[in-house]
């Protein structure tokens, strides 16, 4: 059976490729959900993707992968890491494996960016590979196990 793969972006994600581009690249949030679900396919997989600025609707999105049978988040949840309860109670409330992921190098940054309310619940943690961190990402869902 395929994998149902949820790519979940949070604030600021949609200015991927024009926000500060020496830390995010210049690759827009469209080019990597294009990218994402092109690799998934490519593993008989489904990669559905969604974004917003707003802590609570990302909760509710979270919860509607549980009605829908979603067997893998990858979640690049932007500052929100750094200071949600909500996200990680969220995560933890639908039981559904996850990968934390960002774009830079969140521990070459300043302090406030080392600590994550999702980390340590995650499957695993991708940081600083730029896109390539969402296609490898992509992949290991697609063979992931529960
Ligand atoms: O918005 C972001 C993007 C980010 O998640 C990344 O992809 O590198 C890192 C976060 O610290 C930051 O707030």
Known sequence: MSQKILLIHG????????REPEKYGNTSMKD???ISQEHGSKH???????QSN?????????????????????INAGAYTHTSI??????????????ELHV????????????S??????????????VFGYKASVEFATQYKK
């Open 117 to 130: 309310f999702l980390a340590d619940k995650a499957v695993g943690v991708v940081c600083g590979l730029g």
């Open 32 to 34: 990597i959900e294009r």
């Open 104 to 115: 830079s190098n969140v521990h070459s940054r300043e302090a406030f960016r080392h600590k």
């Open 11 to 18: 604030p600021n994600l949609n200015l991927l490729g024009k």
């Open 54 to 74: 707003h802590e609570g609707n990302l909760v509710d999105r979270i919860h509607e992968a549980q009605t829908q049978g979603i067997d893998f988040i990858i």
């Open 44 to 50: 008989d997989a489904t990669v559905s993707c969604y």
């Open 86 to 99: 909500a996200l990680r109670d969220a995560l933890l409330s639908v039981e559904i494996p996850y990968i």
